[in-house]
């Protein structure tokens, strides 16, 4: 079983990262609850952590080993699951309530779903943060043209370089890490997974600018060095918006 | 690769059965590995310097023969290599090679991960067969220890 593969790591299911967002995801393919994602996964998944193009070939060997499921299915032994409809039942019987399940089980409910995808914009909270960032490349993945998605784009680009907080108590720990390691893993994911986003869309523009936007910051990343990559990147944004 | 001492314990838990073997005909690069951008099974395998840090592929602890590694001519690529050479890329790399390096960076530094890097003779060997002989032969070279 390879986390990597698992859907924390699938930016259908928004809410969640390897180190991020405690308890139950919400798959936005499926339009399902994910009860265990650590151990789910589905031939439709897509990487949270990096660009679909620097992964792809992994990634479609992945799709192969999961073509003949008709929903999701467990990661450690192939089985197949069945879909989880989100409802208050749901929630009742589980007696947890998670605010933002809730939020995205509306997704397929709200037309246009840019304005869903666009009021999760501008908020610090690390879970929204990464949730914002998921649901744009999730809208990139499915709209007509890359330029339905510019706007959606102009937000994330204005929030690339704020710095998004994280709460312990959404963090998930692992036996043999502690919780400092945990955290700072977090914030990367939120991180990349931003930058992922705005690579996925120079991808779509076919702008190579904005596809290799980690080639234009310095030593900064690869240093991770969150104070002197923010400045960078707002850097680039306030002399760059124009363009893209 | 980096100097290999008997001082240096390396781990990794797997299956009940025994290790995943690798696919000694899948080349690629440590990054490409360590972010499994090729694939799940490629020709090196990952170890890590403490017993609970890899343990995607099963319950069962295992520690490498690093010895036994060594004499028999396979590479041991130290931690500690395998991050200078992982900046190396990201800070020379440009494109997708410096995106998958600094991931692979962070990936390499939380699993404080090492790697294998095989390096059997597999000229007469059948190319259907290939991931089955390597898992008789990679086995050899870890102790089981719960």
């Known amino acids: 079983m390879d986390s990597l593969f698992s859907c924390r790591n699938c930016i259908h299911n928004c809410s969640q990262t390897l180190?991020?967002?405690?308890?139950?995801?919400?798959?936005?393919?499926?339009?399902?609850?994910?009860?265990?994602?650590?151990?789910?996964?589905?031939?439709?998944?897509?990487?949270?952590?990096?660009?679909?193009?620097?992964?792809?070939?992994?990634?479609?060997?992945?799709?192969?080993?999961?073509?003949?499921?008709?929903?999701?299915?467990?990661?450690?032994?192939?089985?197949?699951?069945?879909?989880?409809?989100?409802?208050?039942?749901?929630?009742?019987?589980?007696?947890?309530?998670?605010?933002?399940?809730?939020?995205?089980?509306?997704?397929?409910?709200?037309?246009?779903?840019?304005?869903?995808?666009?009021?999760?914009?501008?908020?610090?909270?690390?879970?929204?943060?990464?949730?914002?960032?998921?649901?744009?490349?999730?809208?990139?993945?499915?709209?007509?043209?890359?330029?339905?998605?510019?706007?959606?784009?102009l937000a994330l680009l204005q929030e690339i370089h704020k710095t998004p907080y994280i709460a312990d108590s959404e963090l998930v720990l692992n036996e043999g890490y502690n919780r400092d390691e945990i955290k700072e893993d977090a914030f990367w994911e939120i991180i990349f997974s931003r930058l992922s986003a705005l690579q996925e869309y120079g991808w779509h523009a076919g702008n190579e600018e904005i596809t290799w936007i980690t080639d234009k910051v310095n030593g900064s990343l690869t240093d991770f060095d969150w104070n002197s990559l923010s400045m960078e990147l707002e850097d680039i944004v306030h002399k760059n918006i124009d363009k893209y | 690769m980096g100097e290999t001492t008997d001082k240096i314990n390396y781990f990794r838990k797997d299956q009940?059965?025994?290790?995943?073997?690798?696919?000694?005909?899948?080349?690629?690069?440590?990054?490409?590995?360590?972010?499994?951008?090729?694939?799940?099974?490629?020709?090196?395998?990952?170890?890590?310097?403490?017993?609970?840090?890899?343990?995607?592929?099963?319950p069962t602890l295992y520690k490498l023969k690093s010895d036994e590694v060594i004499s028999a001519g396979h590479q041991i690529v130290e931690h500690q290599f395998l991050l200078n050479a992982l900046r190396n890329e990201a800070q020379n790399g440009v494109k997708a090679e410096r995106v998958r390096a600094l991931q692979a960076i962070r990936y390499a530094k939380r699993r404080k991960e090492g790697i294998v890097d095989w390096e059997f003779d597999i000229s007469n060997i059948d190319r259907k067969k290939i991931i089955a002989w390597a898992k008789g032969q990679v086995n050899k070279y870890f102790s089981r220890q719960s």
């Open chain 1, 19 to 153: 180190s991020l967002g405690f308890g139950d995801g919400f798959c936005l393919k499926h339009d399902s609850v994910i009860e265990n994602p650590y151990d789910t996964t589905c031939k439709y998944l897509h990487r949270k952590d990096l660009p679909y193009f620097v992964v792809d070939e992994g990634v479609r060997e992945h799709a192969s080993e999961y073509v003949f499921f008709t929903n999701m299915a467990t990661l450690s032994d192939k089985k197949p699951l069945s879909l989880v409809r989100y409802s208050e039942r749901h929630v009742w019987d589980n007696r947890h309530f998670s605010p933002i399940i809730h939020s995205l089980s509306q997704y397929h409910r709200m037309n246009p779903s840019w304005v869903f995808v666009q009021n999760f914009a501008g908020s610090a909270d690390g879970i929204r943060a990464i949730t914002h960032a998921s649901l744009v490349r999730h809208y990139l993945d499915n709209c007509g043209n890359w330029k339905s998605s510019y706007r959606l784009i």
């Open chain 2, 16 to 58: 009940k059965n025994g290790i995943s073997p690798p696919n000694l005909t899948m080349d690629c690069t440590y990054s490409e590995h360590i972010v499994r951008a090729r694939g799940k099974r490629i020709k090196f395998t990952s170890v890590s310097l403490e017993p609970n840090r890899i343990r995607d592929f099963g």
